[in-house]
Structure formats: C-alpha cells, structure tokens
C-alpha cells in the first residue's frame, strides 16, 4: 500500500485554520486546484457519511464521502467515491496540531492507496506534492491577513493534564538521534544528573529502569513503549518525592516536510491534589518538556 504525506507549520492559530478547512464543502476558496464543488442531497457539509462532488480546473470530476469529523481532535478523514486517480482503496486524513508555544498550527495530510504495478510510487508524488503541499501552501496565502478566531485552547488534551508542544528547525531524525537513548536525557537537559540504567540495562529495552536526580529529587522511571516508526517513546515514574502518582508521560517527533523542520511534542499524565497542581502543571511543562527542547534545539544548532 502506498502512502502519501505532507506536513507544514501555519502561522494561525489552531481555531483560525479550523474554521476554513472543517468545511467539507470548501475546498474552492482556498485550494487552487479546485473550480467549485457541491455537497450532494442538499446535506450540511459537516454531516458524517455526506459526499462532496466538486470538479477540477481541467473539468474533472471527483466525489468523496466524509468518514469522520471531530471539532476535538481537529481532525477529519475521507475517501474516494469517484477517484480523481486510477487508485483503489483511497483513504485521506487531515489533523491540526496546536504549536502551543508561538500559538502556530502544525498540520498533517495523508493519504493510503493501491497503486498498479506499472504506476509505482507515480501517485505517490502527485498526491503527496501536487494535492496536498500545494493545498499548504495555498492555505498559507488564505490565512495570510485573516482576523484570528478566539477560541479556548486545551491545555492537555484528555487525559493528559500537560500537552505541549513546539517547532525546533531540525529534522525530525536527527533529533530523534538525541532523544530516543532512554539514558541520555542527563547529557542534554541540564536540570537532570546522574543518569543511568538501573541492572545495566540496554536504553532500548522496554521495562528497562533509568535512576537520575532532577535537582535535589531522585527519580525512577520506567520506559513503557519505544516507536521508532513513530518517533516516540512514552515512561512511567516508580519513585519521586514528588506530591502525584500515577504518572505517565513521553515525547513525540513529527516531521514538517516543506521545511525539514521538525513538530515535537510532550505529553503527561498524573493523579494530584488540586492545590499541587497549580505549580505542578506549569512547571513540568516549562521546566521540564519545553526546557528539554529547547535545549535539544541548542545543541543541534551549536553543532554539538
């Protein structure tokens, strides 16, 4: 199966991007490719199961159903009713991400299909270049002057109590390189010290233990999953003088593609009185997620 992919930075925020792309029937007023469309029935363009029938510059004509829309996630899918390729088995995505630190939006478009033997990867560069860069940077332009829509911003997507995020202008693999050894964050973060694996461990091994102290505090923590597909890896704390339980957090890279930049996320997790939230929350994203970016960010750039 084949997948196309483009990712950008948009200088909006995430509620302003929202509002022109949620509409399933817009298309035409930001996408150059686009002459007009419909949605067929008379349906809301926000009606899950509903079908768009709009037609290109050249006069094509393509139909697509919507499979899913959801305010929370920002998120949306569909596929091919009529195709505008000779693909089968087309399914596309479009996410929005929040970039919580410059209240900028990173946004996602991807797409699955079969492509025929003779057409390798032909349709790949189409869709990934063609449909869904060129919607980017078409979007950008759209943007570009538009009155901002005020909206809440999550401040940890549930169930998560701190969800953060920022752009670090780097690929995604190289920071990837730094982050992913489950051991290293003592050689980078430069509030932690002393850290290892307990037993000897390998970094890279699931259930392994790593002990450091942050501070004047000593911690355990447990790694829980490591992706390398993905980019991630999420732990879990087993000792912290700390006032939570139940704590549970990880990073996340994703790559931009217009850019070779990289969208990075942080996410965590815990149980705590209300009272100890109040510094809890905003300290472990400042000094903590954001800190360990940031200073991840630094040393690529001194070429350390």
Known sequence: MARAYASTILDANIATVWSVIRDFNGLPTWHPA???????????????????????????????????????????????????????????????????????????????????????GKYVDIVSNGVFKGGWDALKQALAGRAPVEAPLWAGFPPNKVWCSTVIPAPAGAIWGIIRDFASMGEWHPDITKMHMLGGVRPDKVSGTRDFMFGPGHLNEVLLHLDDEEMSYSYYITKSELPWVRYVSGPRLWRVTDTDHCFATWWGDWAASPQDDLSLIPNTERDVYLKAYATVAARLAGGR
Do not use: K
């Open 34 to 120: 686009i002459a007009r469309s419909e949605i067929e029935d008379g349906l809301d363009s926000d009606v899950v199961g509903c079908i768009r029938r709009f037609f290109l510059q050249d006069g094509t004509m393509v139909r697509e159903r919507l499979l899913h829309l959801c305010d929370r996630t920002t998120s949306f899918s569909y596929n091919f009713e009529t195709p505008a390729f000779p693909v089968t088995n087309y399914r596309a995505r479009v996410r929005l991400l929040p970039v919580t630190d410059t209240n900028r939006t990173f946004a996602e478009w991807e797409a699955t299909f079969d492509e025929a033997p003779e057409d390798a």
